[in-house]
């Protein structure tokens, strides 16, 4: 017998639909769906009992997490997508049209399509629970919202706030979304239900949104609300460089249902939507979603399952041990206990904790109470008393291969036999580091990206004698303080310095060349990097850069040799915005590039080259050794190394990361292209023997 998704009890006079899609964690929608739904509604038109409706949730913990996105792979047109969105609008229509008042009663992820099916609804009540969470983030995969939601929202909300949160895929929390008037009510999960069959016993709410002055100025009429477009289309034009066609297509959905009526409105949407699904950026950032929705179904590595962790210990309250411990006592949720050889290291760290976490406090993302017992998890010592507990320790000392062994031995001697060490190198070999520790297999690398609590890549450097328990345990910690990890081979650079150096390396050529440091920055952020590689390079530590560079040279080869001008910057003390001196002016609001660097390297800036070349003379070197890290076993997969670049460096994500951007390019097409850059500028752009192999053989990475 089939089972469905769909059941219908009576409580005296309330109908109480319940969706629980089986054999899933979450509920999803699915154009399958429609039949059921419309059988539903014919039995409850023809049912004169009912005179209201509550829809909600069978899953514990979650409304509708979103429509199935697999249904988009099997489209093969537009117009198939196009009559994907056209049925799932005339499905909420149905809904709307219901002559009864239907309210959805909201605990958990209510996003996407499970939002749109919640605006067709006539209210809404949510839990009060932190699991609540309300947005449309369709734009984060290429697409729009498909099934009447760039109607409905902006009706409901506001013009501004729709559009903040659809060209964001902002998701709000219960508090935000009851003050934006997208939700009626907000209660515990404990009187949900009830709440919403006592909404459903009033009638259709009236939804009459309060407005300030401003806000009726700029929406109540034409100019006003060409007006915020305007401004909506300029800011996201500055941000997206035309990377993204979403965006610009939703703007115009909108504006179209808002100036010739809702239906025209809904046309544009299913039209708009089909073609989305079919652009190259919506494939890339659709594989991107795959991709790391299968990562975090592996649970185990390589069989072995995670040790429990109950406390943490970090060696070092600097800026990268601070941010360690701040992310495991804010989202693992872990006591964290910070040693450092001073008092200042410790307070600095606890310091920093409270200026991320205040911030949320005043916005009422979080409560006082909740910053306290969030900040009560991190404690400190200058020794190693209380280290006697922990289960794992994150090192994040300076890059010293001796002071590292030496952090071993101590951790040894003083936390239990079972304690992970987990050094956050960038560069050093974790095998070095691990040389003489009694037990090597708990030794491995954990290398997070700065800053720590924005960056959402961590690498996972296991080296030959690392026990697999020990791997999964640090994926493990790594996920529950809200990375996204990847387990790479134990070689100079590990995967993401390695292939960002000679990225880096080619762009301060450029500048030797006599490009501008602007020019630079701005043709790789037209390109799509979130900034420039001298940015980048300032951001780093020019010091930390060119430290790097003779470890990578030295085991890899002289196309990691970076340029002599790195010793005439380190000479003067450049050494980037740590210090306030590198490429950039620290000093003035607007950051301009720091003419003096030009004297200094004996230049005279001249814009010759065009953005593309520069772009891809850079990105070319990138893509070469990614493909040579993959060959080597640095990654494991294609998979892992797009999800490294774009996680750790800010790889395009409408690309789909390196590799599946020279998938969908065509192997062959990269060849060709790093042969003709060899011919022009020189043999570092010659193409890899891996990459030759696909090219010929005609076999690709996905």
Not at 343 to 357: K, P, S
Request: proline share 5%; glycine share 10%; net charge neutral.
């Amino acid at each position: 017998m089939t089972q469905t998704t769909f059941s219908l009890r009576n409580e005296e006079g309330i109908g109480i639909i319940t969706m629980d899609v089986p054999g899933e964690r979450m509920n999803t929608l699915r154009a399958s769906f429609a039949t059921e739904i419309r059988s539903l509604l014919e039995q409850i038109r023809a049912d004169g009992a009912i005179k209201g409706l509550v829809l909600c949730s069978g899953k514990p913990d979650s409304f509708v997490a979103g429509a199935d996105v697999h249904m988009l792979a099997a489209c093969q047109s537009a117009e198939e997508a196009e009559a994907l969105a056209r049925a799932g609008q005339d499905m909420f229509n149905e809904l709307e049209a219901l002559a009864v008042p239907l309210i959805a009663a909201i605990h958990g992820p209510c996003l996407g399509g499970g939002l749109e099916l919640a605006l067709a609804c006539h209210g809404r009540v949510c839990s009060d629970d932190d699991i609540t969470r309300l947005g449309l983030p369709e734009v984060q995969l290429g697409l729009l919202p498909g099934s009447g939601g760039t109607q409905r929202l902006p009706r409901l909300v506001g013009l501004t706030r729709a559009l903040d949160m659809m060209l964001t895929g902002k998701q709000l929390r219960p508090k935000q979304a009851l003050k934006a008037g997208l939700v009626d009510d907000m209660v515990p999960p404990s009187i949900l239900l009830e709440t919403a069959i006592a909404l459903a016993r009033k009638g259709k709410p009236s939804h009459k949104r309060k407005q300030d002055i401003k806000t009726l100025a700029l929406e109540a009429n034409p100019f006003g609300r060409k007006l915020v477009f305007d401004k909506a289309l300029s800011a996201l034009r500055h941000k997206t460089r035309g990377n993204y066609p979403a965006p610009e297509k939703l703007l115009e959905v909108v504006r179209t249902g808002l100036e010739d009526g809702i239906s025209q409105g809904l046309a544009a949407e299913a039209r708009a939507f089909g073609e989305l699904v079919m652009t190259p950026e919506s494939a890339s950032l659709r594989h991107l979603f795959f991709a790391t929705t299968e990562m975090k179904k592996e649970k185990t590595f390589q069989g072995a399952e995670p040790m429990a962790l109950k406390r943490i210990g970090v060696l070092g309250g600097g800026l990268m041990g601070g941010g360690i411990a701040f992310v495991t006592a804010t989202r693992a949720g872990l006591p964290v206990r910070i040693k450092d050889i001073a008092h200042n290291g410790i307070n600095q760290a606890m310091a920093t904790a409270h200026q991320l976490l205040a911030p949320k406090v005043k916005k009422k993302q979080l409560r006082a109470t909740e910053m306290q017992q969030q900040l009560a998890r991190m404690t400190g010592t200058l020794d190693y008393r209380g280290f006697d507990r922990v289960d794992l320790v994150v090192e994040a000392v300076f890059e010293d291969l001796e002071v590292k062994r030496k952090m071993v031995a101590e951790v040894e001697a003083h936390c239990p036999a079972h304690v992970i060490f987990a050094s956050n190198t960038s560069s050093l070999p974790i095998h070095r580091i691990a040389e003489g520790a009694a037990r090597p297999e708990r030794v491995l690398g954990l290398h997070y990206f700065s800053p720590v609590d924005k960056m959402p890549l961590a690498e996972i450097i296991p080296h030959a004698g690392t026990g697999n328990e020990t791997v999964a345990t640090a994926i493990k910690l790594a996920r529950a303080q809200g990375k996204t990890p990847i387990v790479v081979r134990d070689k100079a650079g590990f995967y993401v310095n390695r292939i960002l150096a000679p990225y880096l390396n080619e762009a301060a050529r450029l500048l030797l060349e006599g490009e501008p440091i602007e020019a630079i920055d701005r043709a790789l952020v037209d390109y799509g990097f979130p900034v420039g590689p001298i940015t980048l390079l300032d951001e780093v530590g020019i010091d930390v850069a060119a430290k790097i560079s003779p470890i990578l040279e030295q085991e890899l080869g002289s196309r990691f040799k970076a340029p002599e001008a790195f010793g005439k910057l380190l000479e003067d003390k450049r050494y980037g915005k740590k210090n306030g001196r590198g490429f950039y002016r620290f000093d003035k609001k607007d950051k301009p590039a720091d003419e003096s660097v030009y004297k200094l390297l004996g230049l005279k800036p001249q814009g010759r080259l065009p953005a593309r070349d520069m772009a891809e003379r850079c990105v070319l070197l990138m893509l070469n050794e990614a493909a040579m890290t993959l060959e080597e076993g640095v990654v494991a997969s294609a998979r892992d190394g797009d999800i490294g670049a774009i996680f750790g460096i800010g790889f395009p994500p409408f690309s789909g990361g390196p590799f599946y951007y020279m998938h969908r390019q065509g192997i062959g097409e990269i060849v060709a292209r790093m042969e003709e850059y060899a011919r022009k500028y020189g043999e570092r752009f010659a193409p890899c023997d891996s990459l030759r192999r696909l090219a010929e053989e005609g076999r690709s990475y996905y």
